[in-house]
């Protein structure tokens, strides 16, 4: 997975002009759940495991 896409999605930094659609949809995705995660909706495993599979997804957009 992108280091600098979790990053600013965990920063809550804005997108960089040049991602593509997949690497948007992981940013958001990924701001979501960092969100969820520090408002307590998910746990630590449920966080971990939601991760990983928009981390697979993503690399099988990337891919395609």
Known sequence: MDK???AA???NKPPDDN???SD???YHAMRLLYAEYRA???D???A???REQLAAAWRRE???
């Open 62 to 64: 990337k891919t395609e």
């Open 19 to 21: 991602w593509d659609l």
């Open 24 to 26: 948007l949809k992981l």
């Open 9 to 11: 999605a965990y920063h």
């Open 40 to 42: 307590g909706l998910v």
């Open 4 to 6: 600098k896409i979790c």
């Open 44 to 46: 630590k495993d449920q």
């Open 48 to 50: 971990r495991r939601e």
